[in-house]
């Protein structure tokens, strides 16, 4: 099983990404636009593995997130189109202290240096100019275990609730 560790993002935030996106088509980046309902911001990417109860366990052991987020500027890794989020010094710390749980766990995970951003576009063809970010901000008080499966042809991302 796909697994990563992820906030899910409010209808606020969600709108404000999808209205950033429509832009961009406007403007003629072509790429693989990620789906509305497969936005969110990813804390931890686990990858394959087959002990979800684990990974729950290691959320549960911290504090849960208490925090707010607000969209700030769009940006790139290469051809993949992002969406950051203000400095957060709290939103850090969470991380530091849900990745510590994860190791203290034994579940593995990608420990690449933690950068926020919001995926938009896979394979973009080229950056957008001045694409504009309207603001949003919202309240987190809780990380998702998140899986990815593919369905029809399609990935979609569902939190994880136990099977």
Known sequence: MRLFIAIRLSDEVRKALLSCMRDMKRQGVRGNYVPAENLHLTLAFIGEYDDPARVKKAIESIPGPKFSLKLSECGNF????????????????YVKELRGALRASGVPFDSKKFVPHITLVRKAARKP???????????VTRASLMKSEIKNGKVVYEEYAGE
């Open 78 to 93: 290469g051809n993949l189109l992002w969406a950051g989020v203000e400095e957060n010094r709290e939103l850090n710390a």
């Open 129 to 139: 100019g001045g694409t504009r970010l309207p603001k949003a901000e919202m309240r």
